[in-house]
């Protein structure tokens, strides 16, 4: 079993550009979250998918957008990059138990590295 | 999610008992406990959860009061490798905190 994966490990990008960050959950899993973690600090929540649909956010503007796939995996999207968005973002997945409520653990993916320039 | 407060950090000696305190006075009653820890630079690990009974798996020990408004992580025999930070959250949505920081010592 693979676990949660996540693409690119590293990624630079330029003020006012855009990037997609991709992510697989485990197997067997279909409730897929990100975080985003600024150094020095806690992962905040970001958004929750569940069946192809945004399910909870946090409070993030709408610069930052995701999508699930029919497959479960998903990406996250985050446009008009600000150096602010500089951080590790993190996908969480969880078993099918787990709905929108949950209370199965999740799994966590080792991260995207983002620094913005 | 419900609030949660833990200390900053903890020292615990190598081979010893840690434990991890939290509390989570707001906690409602459908809302679990998770433990989770993060060494640097990598994903958070998932290392235990419960909602109302005591909990143990072969990593750690969850001690949840009557109350539910406090819960203490145990890890039993302390090594070097369990120095990371450790998030307790009170609630489905994974709601991180802060966390401790927890340097187990020679």
């Known amino acids: 079993d693979a676990g949660v994966t996540q693409s690119p490990t590293h990624l630079i990008k330029t003020r006012g550009q855009q990037v997609t960050l991709r992510c697989s959950p485990k197997s067997g899993h279909d409730t897929v979250s990100w975080y985003q973690q600024a150094l020095g600090q806690g992962p905040q929540f970001i958004f929750q998918y569940y069946e192809e649909e945004e399910r909870q956010r946090g409070n993030f503007p709408d610069r930052f957008s995701g999508h699930q796939f029919p497959n479960y995996s998903s990406e996250l999207n985050v446009n008009a990059l600000l150096l602010g968005d500089s951080a590790l973002y993190l996908c969480?997945?969880?078993?099918?138990?787990?709905?929108?409520?949950?209370?199965?653990?999740?799994?966590f993916g080792q991260g995207t590295r983002l620094t913005v320039v | 999610d419900a609030k949660t407060t833990q200390p900053t950090s903890m020292d615990c000696a190598e081979g010893r008992a840690a434990n991890l305190p939290c509390n989570h006075s707001t906690i409602s009653g459908n809302e679990y406990v998770y433990w989770y820890r993060q060494i640097h630079s990598q994903g958070p690990q998932y290392i235990i959860h419960g909602l109302k009974n005591n909990e143990t798996n072969e990593m750690a020990s969850l001690i949840i009061t009557e109350d539910r408004k406090s819960s203490t992580l145990i890890l039993p025999h302390a090594t070097l490798r369990d120095t990371a930070v450790y998030y307790c959250i009170a609630g489905n949505k994974l709601v991180f905190g802060a966390g401790t920081i927890l340097r187990v010592k020679s």
């Open positions: 969480a997945s969880r078993s099918p138990t787990a709905g929108v409520v949950g209370h199965t653990e999740a799994f």
